[in-house]
Nanobody, 112 residues
Framework: QVQLVESGGGLVQPGESLRLSCAAD????????IAWYRQAPGKERELVAK????????NYAGSVKGRFAIGRDNAKNTVYLHMNTLKPEVTAVYYC?????WGKGTLVTVSA
């Protein structure tokens, strides 16, 4: 059983930044791709960004391109999601996923 643990969420004001972390219980090289999804209240879960753990190649949802950045630290078995210039509409629970495994999520709330 793979464990993915998200952290770094919280309450921030519009325009601020956050860095989310997804820590795996094994080398992230075990997974071809690790992704961040989010689910806002009353909405379906949607892809935010994903990264190929070997090459570092990334893909982003159009709504976050240019403001969010996904990265990895293979030595720490961790994938990050750097979120800048946050807006209230990004308020959601953010999940990390690899293959069919999901973390429990971390809540990000952007509010004045």
């Amino acid at each position: 059983q793979v464990q993915l643990v998200e952290s770094g969420g919280g309450l921030v004001q519009p325009g601020e930044s956050l860095r989310l972390s997804c820590a795996a219980d094994r080398s992230i090289g075990f997974f071809e791709v690790i992704a961040w999804y989010r689910q806002a209240p009353g909405k379906e879960r949607e892809l935010v960004a994903k990264i190929a753990t070997s090459s570092g190649s990334t893909n982003y949802a159009g709504s976050v391109k240019g403001r969010f950045a996904i990265g990895r630290d293979n030595a720490k078995n961790t994938v990050y999601l750097h979120m800048n210039t946050l807006k209230p509409e990004v308020t959601a629970v953010y999940y990390c996923t690899a293959v069919d495994y999901w973390g429990k999520g971390t809540l990000v709330t952007v509010s004045a």
